[in-house]
């Protein structure tokens, strides 16, 4: 592909937000563009989002998983790893001081973790909702039932990422786990009413750029309305650990190329682009983001929800990391929002 080809892609995603896969993968693969590429993201972010910034407070409730995915530090076979359940008290109890902080939406987020089981979320969802704050949930495959009760007691929104639309590569990094089945959950969310978050990981081993772009033509069809994408980064105490890892260029790449084609999403500046480049979310907020999930998680709690090494804030107070944001997002001229964030349909 030749510099004209290149621009003139550029031009067609960002006025039509539609590409085929091999235009995807032309401007993936160049890297003479990227800053008229990463440009266009941005100017197409401030069309249909604007410069505000939607924060969600992210509690992180339990680090015990029944899931082995090879990637993650939270894996059933790290041994390593000292396991711990917040009771409800302390998570309403977060989600209270989440409010407090002005966030207007706390992310629940978890391995898969049976021991809360259908009650016990409805109980909690029901009495943060009570609080006026929206609830996005991030707890992994769960059947139908469950996520209609989870829809019923007033949860908004809920992140199941896909990690990587190629079958045979999901299947051998996540063991014991279907495909089908985690597109067939994403279908329940979505059907059930609520807000559809997925996403992938950039730089899993056996990843090709052909299959980043079938991951934004997933995105695509499944009409998600917040997509997080990140590097992939190698845990020491996982059977990935000596692997490469992905970049914080490339999964910017994969971030930018997501806001093109689906223009009107919410799309994080996620910790994991931020792991890698101390500038990573301030980066990512210029290349197509327009949401931050700072931790409320407090104490020891946040240094044992480890997926990779090198996350971010783990020996930050949850009113560190508030005013740390906002200095950030007000330091490149983008305001914190007030509103709860849902995505406004203007594709
Ligand atoms: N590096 C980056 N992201 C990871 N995740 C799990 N392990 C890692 C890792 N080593 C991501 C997965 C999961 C999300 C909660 O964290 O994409 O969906
Ligand atoms: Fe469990 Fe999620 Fe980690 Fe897989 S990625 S081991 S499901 S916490
Ligand atoms: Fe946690 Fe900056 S957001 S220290």
Redesign the pocket.
């Known amino acids: 592909t030749d510099k004209k080809d290149i621009l003139a892609l550029i031009k067609k995603a960002e006025t039509t937000h539609e590409l085929t896969k091999d235009e995807i993968v032309a401007l993936l693969i160049d890297t003479e563009y990227e800053a008229e590429f990463f440009a266009a993201a941005d100017r197409v972010r401030r069309m249909y989002v604007g410069d505000e910034v939607h924060l969600r407070g992210l509690i992180e409730f339990s680090n015990t998983c029944k899931q082995n995915?090879l990637?993650?530090?939270?894996r059933r076979d790290n041994k390593k790893v000292n396991r711990y359940r917040l009771g409800p008290e302390t998570i309403l109890d977060f989600a209270t001081k989440a409010k407090s902080y002005g966030y207007r939406t706390v992310v629940l987020?978890s391995g898969e973790d049976e021991w809360f089981d259908v009650a016990a979320m409805v109980d909690i969802i029901k009495k943060i909702k009570e609080l006026g704050l929206a609830i996005t949930l991030?707890v992994g495959e769960k059947p139908r039932e469950v996520y209609q009760a989870y829809r019923d007691a007033g949860a908004d929104r809920y992140?199941?990422?896909i990690?990587t639309t190629d079958k045979a590569l999901y299947e051998k990094l996540d063991p014991g786990m279907s495909w089908d089945n985690r597109v067939k959950c994403l279908q329940d969310i979505k059907e059930l009413g609520f807000e559809l978050g997925t996403?992938?990981?950039v730089g899993i081993p056996g990843q090709t750029v052909e299959s980043l772009a079938d991951d934004v033509l997933f995105f695509k069809s499944m009409d998600a309305d917040m997509i997080?994408v990140?590097?992939?980064?190698?845990?020491p105490d996982?059977p990935?650990a000596k692997e490469a890892?992905?970049t914080f260029e490339l999964s910017t790449k994969v971030m930018a190329m997501t806001r093109l084609l689906l223009p009107d999403i919410n799309i994080p500046a996620t910790t994991?682009m931020e792991s890698l480049n101390p500038q990573g979310r301030v980066l990512a907020l210029q290349r197509g983001a327009n949401v931050v999930m700072p931790n409320v998680t407090e104490g020891e709690y946040r240094q044992l929800y480890l997926?990779?090494p090198g996350k971010i804030c783990i020996n930050d107070t949850p009113a560190h990391c508030r005013s740390c944001i906002t200095g950030k997002i007000q330091g490149i001229g983008r305001k914190v929002a007030e509103t709860h964030g849902f995505r406004v349909k203007r594709a």
């Open positions: 995915c990637y993650c530090g939270l987020q991030s992140l199941l990422r990690e996403g992938s990981l997080g990140g590097p992939f980064i190698p845990n996982t990935l890892g992905g994991a997926l990779y």
